[in-house]
Nanobody
Framework: QAQLRESGGGLVEAGGSLTLSCVAS????????MSWHREAPGKRRELVAS???????NYTDSVKGRFTISRDDAKNTLYLEMNNVKPEDAGVYYC??????????????WGQGTQVTVSS
């Protein structure tokens, strides 16, 4: 059973930076698509950024130019570098990954989430 474990959340001042990490097990190579989502209080969970195994990245408009999604295969880790953080970036950030198993079909996994709090 694949697992995702996020870390790196915390308190950040508006305008500051924070980097989130998501460690994939047993290996990041089994996922063809990984992404970061966030959920703010009273709001629906939204896609923030995604990255294919071919390194194609996509971002929601509100974070373009400020956030960068990347992966380090040697460390089995997906990252979300957050710069010029805004109060509206606050929420619980979740790592998500898609796997296709030939005998079973598509599988989707979520991490447990990491809290990002922004002080203004």
């Amino acid at each position: 059973q694949a697992q995702l474990r996020e870390s790196g959340g915390g308190l950040v001042e508006a305008g500051g930076s924070l980097t989130l990490s998501c460690v994939a097990s047993p290996t990041i190579y089994i996922f063809h698509l990984m992404s970061w989502h966030r959920e703010a209080p009273g709001k629906r969970r939204e896609l923030v950024a995604s990255l294919t195994s071919g390194e194609r990245a996509n971002y929601t408009d509100s974070v373009k130019g400020r956030f960068t999604i990347s992966r380090d295969d040697a460390k089995n880790t997906l990252y979300l570098e957050m710069n010029n953080v805004k109060p509206e970036d606050a929420g619980v950030y979740y790592c998500n990954a898609d796997q296709y198993i030939l005998s079973l079909g598509p599988r989707n996994y979520w991490g447990q989430g990491t809290q990002v709090t922004v002080s203004s």
